[in-house]
């Protein structure tokens, strides 16, 4: 988090909110970053403390243009794949494995060691992410490695 909060600082954020999604883990570090976060970003920050419903959180995670997800593990897939499906351009580290798959099925992401940039994403790079999103995990794929595995499991 003041990785990227330290980032975030040198760039002009205007009206744009930083959302922090700290409802989870240790409400200590919450509570830290939260704090580095509004001392650094001024009123430009949203800490997410409460656990939300499903569909208030997906409602937030949709209003944001720009995702950025330092995760060296594989962590929030869920999360970034529904942000690249509405459009949203994605940062991530290039040492992710969720990156480099990411990559190889040709969706267009974002490295954070390149900088952060907050100018938005083409047309064409939000249809091809929709595309790619829809072929490699919608519900037509989900429902083939469905059968896929039904049928390993018959045989």
């Known amino acids: 988090h003041v990785e990227i909060i330290d980032q975030l ?3 002009k954020l205007c009206d744009r909110k930083v959302i922090i999604p700290l409802n989870y883990g240790i409400k200590r570090y919450g509570d830290f970053v939260e704090e580095y976060a509004s001392d650094k970003l001024n009123d430009n920050v949203q800490a997410l403390r409460e656990f939300l419903t499903f569909d ?8 944001c243009s720009i995702v950025i997800m330092p995760h060296l593990r594989q962590q929030a897939a869920g999360n970034i794949v529904q942000a690249l499906y509405t459009g949203a351009k994605v940062y991530l580290y290039k040492y992710s494995t969720l ?9 267009k992401v974002y490295n ?16 091809h992410n ?11 794929k989900q429902h083939k490695r469905i059968n896929e595995l039904v049928n390993i499991i018959n045989s």
């Open 56 to 63: 208030k959180y997906q409602k937030i995670v949709q209003s």
């Open 99 to 107: 990156y480099k798959y990411l990559i190889d099925v040709g969706l």
């Open 9 to 11: 600082k040198g760039i």
């Open 130 to 140: 929709k595309k790619y999103v829809v072929d490699s995990f919608g519900k037509e």
């Open 112 to 127: 954070i060691d390149d900088g952060i940039d907050l100018a938005p994403i083409t047309e064409d790079i939000i249809i």
